[in-house]
Every structure is written in C-alpha cells, then in structure tokens.
Nanobody, 119 residues
Framework: QVQLMESGGGLVQAGGSLRLSCAAS????????VGWYRQGPGKQRELVAT???????DYADSVKDRFTISGDSDKNTVYLQMSSLKPEDTAVYFC?????????????WGQGTQVTVSS
C-alpha cells in the first residue's frame, strides 16, 4: 500500500506562490503516476496535474503556465509549484498515486492540504 503525505498548504495573497509536497512511502520510480487533485468549496474534486514514472507531465487548462509538477526520486517526493495564485485556486489539494499491482491499477490518496488564496 502506498502512503502519501501532503504538506505546504497555507494562506497566500493573490499573485503569490506556494509549493506543495507529496511524500510517498515508496520509491516514486515504482509508481505509475502521481497527481495532484483539488476540491474547492461546493465543487467536485478535479485533476490539477500529473507526472508519470517516465516524467511525462499533464496539466489542467486552468493551471497551465502557472503550476509546475516535478518529482525528486532521492526524496520520494512529488512537488507542485504554484505561482500567480488566484482566489479560485482555493481548495483542498490532494496527492494521488496510481500503481499497477499484479496487473491491477490501484489508487491511493493522501489526506489533503488546504490552500487559501485571498483577494
């Protein structure tokens, strides 16, 4: 079972930056993909960004050119660097890992970290 722990959330003014961290209990090179999702007040959880074990990345249109996802294999940690933050980025941000185990894709979630962007 992959355990994930997010950190780095907080309160920031619009236009500011934050870096979220997702520490995994396993080597991220053994995880098929790690992603960041978010759930704003009264909204459904949505994909923000993903990175595969091959370092391919993908982003939601709403965060392209503002957010960057990256991985550090030595620390088994995936980061989400967020810049030019907007009030609509306010949400709980969750780390997600997808790993193939015995031919089945298994999904794991962290507990989430709150990001609040004030106007």
């Amino acid at each position: 079972q992959v355990q994930l722990m997010e950190s780095g959330g907080g309160l920031v003014q619009a236009g500011g930056s934050l870096r979220l961290s997702c520490a995994a209990s396993e080597r991220i090179s053994t995880i098929d993909s790690v992603g960041w999702y978010r759930q704003g007040p009264g909204k459904q959880r949505e994909l923000v960004a993903t990175i595969t074990s091959g370092a391919a990345t993908d982003y939601a249109d709403s965060v392209k050119d503002r957010f960057t996802i990256s991985g550090d294999s030595d620390k088994n940690t995936v980061y989400l660097q967020m810049s030019s933050l907007k009030p609509e980025d306010t949400a709980v941000y969750f780390c997600n890992a997808v790993k193939r185990i015995y031919g089945l894709m298994r999904t794991y979630w962290g507990q989430g970290t709150q990001v609040t962007v004030s106007s």
